[in-house]
C-alpha cells in the first residue's frame, strides 16, 4: 500500500546508544521531514529535504543526523541517545518541495524510550 | 516567523453538540494553514487546507475552517459532534521560506461525551 512507512514502531535504548529511525516512502514525494511529539509541546521539526542529496535543520535538530541518498527513504540518526529524547517520532513526507497546495502524508510513528 | 496558538488544550463536547477548536495564527507572508486529526496511537492525518482560495474550507468528516485575516483566526468546526470524532486536533502553518515546511501548534484534545 502506498505511504510513509517507519521502523521500528518501538523501541527502547539506554543513554549512550546509537540508532537509526527508517522512514521510506512509496509516492515519489519530493519533500520528507522528521517531527517529535511530545506532551503538551505538539509536534517539533527536527530535519527536513527538499530532495535527494538535500537536507536541512528544522527547530530541534541537536542530536540528530539525516540523509536523503534516494527520494524514497529519509532516516533519522541518534548519535548518542539521551533520556531527553524519548519522544513518539513521526515521519512525514509531501509531493512537492515547495508551494503549500499540498498536505502531508505520515507514517505511524516510532515510540522510543531512552533510559 | 510563523507560528501558530491553540487555545484549549482540552475541550470537551457531548455528542450532537458543535464542536469549536481555536486556533490563531501569526505570519508575516499570506498564510497556507492546515487542520490534522491524531487518533490514538496513529499518525497525522489531513482533515483540511486553506491555500488562498475560498475563506470557507470544508473538509473530511463534516469538519470547516473559516480564514478570517482580520482576526489572524483558523478556526475548526463542525455542526454536531459524534463519538469518532474524539481525538487531538493539531492547526499547522506554513513555516517562511521557500520550502513546505509546516509549524504545528501545540494541539487540542477533543473529548466527546455520551
Known amino acids: 500500500n502506498a505511504g510513509v512507512t517507519q521502523t521500528p514502531k518501538f523501541q527502547v535504548l539506554k543513554t549512550g546508544q546509537s540508532m537509526t529511525l527508517q522512514c521510506a516512502q512509496d509516492m515519489n514525494h519530493e519533500y520528507m521531514s522528521w517531527y517529535r511529539q511530545d506532551p503538551g509541546m505538539g509536534l517539533r521539526l527536527i530535519h527536513y529535504s527538499v530532495g535527494a542529496g538535500i537536507t536541512d535543520q528544522g527547530e530541534v535538530p541537536n542530536g540528530y543526523n539525516v540523509s536523503r541518498s534516494t527520494t524514497e527513504d529519509f532516516p533519522l540518526r541518534l548519535l548518542s541517545a539521551a533520556p531527553s529524547q524519548t519522544s513518539v517520532y513521526f515521519c512525514?513526507?509531501?509531493?512537492?518541495?515547495?508551494?503549500?497546495?499540498?498536505?502531508?502524508?505520515f507514517g505511524s510513528g516510532t515510540r522510543l524510550t531512552v533510559v | 516567523a510563523q507560528s501558530v496558538t491553540q487555545l484549549g488544550s482540552h475541550v470537551s463536547v457531548s455528542e450532537g453538540a458543535l464542536v469549536l477548536l481555536r486556533c490563531n495564527y501569526s505570519s508575516s507572508v499570506p498564510p497556507y494553514l492546515f487542520w490534522y486529526v491524531q487518533y490514538p496511537n496513529q499518525g497525522l492525518q489531513l482533515l483540511l487546507k486553506y491555500t488562498s482560495a475560498a475563506t470557507l474550507v470544508k473538509g473530511i468528516n463534516g469538519f470547516e475552517a473559516e480564514f478570517k485575516k482580520s482576526e489572524t483566526s483558523f478556526h475548526l468546526t463542525k455542526p454536531s459532534a459524534h463519538m469518532s470524532d474524539a481525538a487531538e486536533y493539531f492547526c499547522?502553518?506554513?513555516?517562511?521560506?521557500?520550502?513546505?515546511?509546516?509549524?504545528f501548534g501545540t494541539g487540542t484534545l477533543l473529548a466527546v461525551q455520551p
Open positions: 499547522a502553518v506554513r513555516g517562511g521560506g521557500a520550502t513546505n515546511k509546516l509549524i
Open positions: 512525514a513526507s509531501s509531493l512537492g518541495a515547495t508551494g503549500a497546495n499540498y498536505g502531508y502524508t
